[in-house]
C-alpha cells in the first residue's frame, strides 16, 4: 500500500514538474526541426543501405542455388532501392531586424517627426467648470 502511494505520488509530482516548463524558444524549435530532419534523412540512409545488402544477399543466395543445382525460386518484384543522397540542412530562414521589416514610421518622417505650431493648450484645453 505504501509502495503504491508513494509511486502515485511520484507520478503526480513528476507532471506538475512537466506541466511548469516554459514553451520551447522559436531558436530551440529550430534545433529541434533540424534534428528531426537529420533522424529522417538517417532513417531513410538507412533503409537504403539495408535494402543494397538484401539485394546482396539475394544474389549470393541465386548463385550457390545454381552452384549446387538447386531451383532457385521466382525473385519477388520489389521497388529499386533508392539513394536518399548526401544530407542537405534546410536553409536558414533569414529574419529582419525590427528596424527592416517596414513596421516602423518612414525615414524622413523617423528623421523629423511632424509638428505643428500650436501650444498644449490649444490642442487639450482644460475642461469647464
Not at 4 to 21: G, M
Not at 43 to 72: E, F, H, I, M, W
Not at 78 to 97: I, L, Q, R, S
Request: aromatic letters at 4%; charged letters at 15%.
Amino acid at each position: 500500500m505504501k509502495h503504491t502511494l508513494t509511486l502515485l505520488l511520484c507520478a503526480l509530482a513528476a507532471t506538475s514538474a512537466v506541466a511548469k516548463l516554459p514553451p520551447p524558444t522559436p531558436e530551440a524549435q529550430a534545433k529541434a526541426a533540424e534534428a528531426a530532419a537529420r533522424t529522417a534523412w538517417s532513417a531513410k540512409t538507412d533503409g537504403y543501405l539495408l535494402c543494397k545488402s538484401q539485394d546482396q544477399v539475394a544474389a549470393k543466395y541465386r548463385a550457390s542455388a545454381q552452384a549446387a543445382g538447386k531451383p532457385a525460386p521466382a525473385a519477388v518484384a520489389t521497388p529499386p532501392c533508392v539513394d536518399p543522397g548526401p544530407y542537405a540542412a534546410a536553409p536558414k530562414v533569414e529574419t529582419k531586424p525590427i528596424e527592416a521589416s517596414g513596421a516602423h514610421s518612414p525615414a524622413p518622417t523617423a528623421a523629423s517627426p511632424p509638428s505643428s505650431n500650436q501650444t498644449s493648450a490649444q490642442t487639450n484645453p482644460a475642461p469647464k467648470k
